[in-house]
């Protein structure tokens, strides 16, 4: 029977005991980038957007989400079919273990005692048990799925397939598809409104965010980007990020090179502003000023200043990064 190395065990049983507690980072000052290509963890300083260090991690880090406490980094590589513990005291990891064939994007469970994963190979969604790290269910989805996101009551988790073109809703408890719904041509990523009475979807080969209504889970209104010169294939959005009060999405457009603000309440686009190539991963820091855009194909991350709608800086960050997490 495989066991965890003693570093990780120690550190997954600290964790199941604090797993009902806020999952609050450290505050570490730091933004970490996961490069597919390296196999590693980029760290930038979000005051001085100098890069500090790097981390090794399992093969094609994409999707991270901090455990309970902040002062553990979980990593889902999809080469490896691992997921990676990173200490973000030590900036080492502590460890990987086994998380289901090819794990895209991942989601905790309130408790934090489940993880729900995207297992592209297998069409399906995975219930990962932290505690005894291994799979306790997987659930049949449409083919290629890849966003996923847990209500905040935790009784249903969403999640995108790129192939079937829908949004797929599960009962955690039965673990039972409610709803399957029809968005726009290959759907990606996720974000909540302030109050989560509508749930935001990139399509990225539709140019354009459906949303939700998280009441009847039925498309509500639907945004369509327009950037001067390109075409509409060409304009392919993925990730999304809320500001803190609710007021702006961010969207990066993808092969678009740029990131839109949208309000949220109008639904128009606002601003458009120019970053590097395929605008891919978005984040925030802690007070909403500064929006961090993961170029993938550029290798590099544009910083904004939010307030202007103006970048502030590039930073080479490792070859083909694919997603930021922002712990000031």
């Not at 991942?106 to 489940?114: E, G, V």
Request: overall charge neutral; aromatic content about 6%.
């Amino acid at each position: 029977m495989h066991r965890p190395p003693i570093r990780l065990a120690l550190a997954l049983a600290c964790f199941a005991g604090a797993a009902a507690g806020p999952a609050v980072a450290k505050d570490t000052g730091l933004a970490y980038i996961s490069s597919e290509k390296d196999s590693t963890l980029t760290m930038v300083d979000v005051k001085t957007l100098e890069v500090t260090g790097v981390i090794k991690t399992c093969k094609r880090p994409r999707h991270m989400k901090f455990l309970p406490g902040g002062t553990q980094l979980m990593v889902a590589c999809g080469d490896a079919n691992k997921a990676d513990i990173i200490d973000v005291q030590t900036k080492q990891s502590l460890g990987t273990f086994a998380f289901g064939d090819d794990p895209e994007a991942f989601d905790l469970s309130p408790d934090a005692k489940t993880a729900y994963i995207s297992l592209e190979d297998e069409g399906a969604l995975g219930f990962f048990d932290m505690a005894t790290k291994k799979l306790s269910k997987s659930v049949p989805v449409g083919k290629e799925p890849e966003g996923v996101i847990t209500s905040p009551d935790g009784k249903l988790v969403y999640v995108t397939s790129e192939v079937a073109n829908k949004v797929h809703v599960i009962d955690t408890a039965s673990g039972k598809v409610v709803a399957n719904i029809a968005v726009g041509k290959r759907p990606r990523r996720f974000a909540f409104n302030a109050d989560a009475s509508e749930l935001w979807v990139s399509n990225e080969l539709g140019a354009s965010v459906s949303i939700i209504s998280t009441k009847d889970l039925s498309v509500k209104d639907t945004i369509n980007f327009e950037v001067k010169g390109m075409r509409a294939d060409d304009i392919t959005p993925v990730s999304l990020a809320m500001s803190k009060d609710g007021k702006t999405a961010y969207v990066g457009l993808g092969r678009a090179n740029h990131v839109a603000f949208v309000d949220v309440a109008t639904r128009k686009v606002e601003q458009l502003v120019l970053v590097g190539k395929r605008a891919w991963g978005v984040g925030l820091n802690k007070d909403g000023s500064r929006l961090f855009v993961v170029n993938g194909l550029s290798d590099d991350m544009t910083v904004i200043d939010t307030a202007a709608a103006k970048p502030l800086k590039t930073i080479p960050v490792g070859r083909v990064p694919y997603m930021v997490v922002v712990d000031d």
